[in-house]
């Protein structure tokens, strides 16, 4: 019986990873089916938004980092189960994820422009290389 709950688990963490790795797609690439996202978001006074940003960005790095730590590993699993230590790390990173897409604040100016057509369609191309690369890869 706790291994079917562990399997259910499981695929309801990866299934949350999946749904917000979706969703990063199209914040990160200002796709207009999402809202938020990274260019378009919550306003905020220009040194507020950054503060809020650099926030979200270090909760999640610090989160996704230190849980992957194999001494943070082998005190995590004294308190949750061997069998589901990866997919709590997947669920909770998602979370952290889904916290920094939820009160990101959009940038007033731009960080970086480029408007030459060859230089964009570089970029988009990186963008999809970058996607697909996550996809093959899928989470750790």
Same mark, same amino acid.
């Given at each position: 019986?706790?291994?079917?709950?562990?399997?259910?688990?499981?695929?309801?963490?990866?299934?949350?990873?999946?749904?917000?790795?979706?969703?990063?797609?199209?914040?990160?690439?200002? +796709? &207009?089916?999402?809202?938020?996202?990274?260019?378009?978001?919550?306003?905020?006074?220009?040194?507020?938004?950054?503060?809020?940003? =650099?926030?979200? =960005?270090?909760?999640?790095?610090?989160?996704?980092?230190?849980?992957?730590? &194999?001494?943070?590993?082998?005190?995590?699993?004294?308190?949750? &189960?061997?069998?589901?230590?990866?997919?709590?790390?997947?669920?909770?990173?998602?979370?952290?994820?889904?916290?920094?897409? +939820?009160?990101?604040?959009?940038?007033?100016?731009?960080?970086?422009?480029?408007?030459?057509?060859?230089?964009?369609?570089?970029?988009?191309?990186?963008?999809?290389?970058?996607?697909?690369?996550?996809?093959?890869?899928? &989470?750790?």
């Amino acid at each position: 019986m706790i291994r079917a709950f562990y399997l259910a688990y499981a695929a309801i963490c990866y299934a949350i990873f999946f749904a917000t790795f979706l969703y990063l797609i199209a914040f990160v690439g200002n +796709l &207009p089916i999402v809202d938020p996202t990274v260019d378009f978001a919550r306003e905020a006074p220009p040194g507020q938004a950054v503060l809020i940003d =650099i926030v979200l =960005i270090a909760l999640f790095g610090i989160q996704h980092s230190a849980m992957a730590r &194999p001494g943070f590993k082998a005190a995590w699993t004294r308190i949750v &189960p061997a069998p589901i230590e990866r997919s709590t790390y997947v669920l909770l990173a998602s979370l952290a994820l889904v916290l920094l897409m +939820l009160f990101w604040h959009e940038l007033t100016a731009p960080v970086w422009t480029v408007t030459n057509p060859v230089g964009a369609a570089v970029l988009w191309a990186f963008f999809g290389l970058g996607l697909w690369t996550g996809v093959q890869k899928g &989470p750790r």
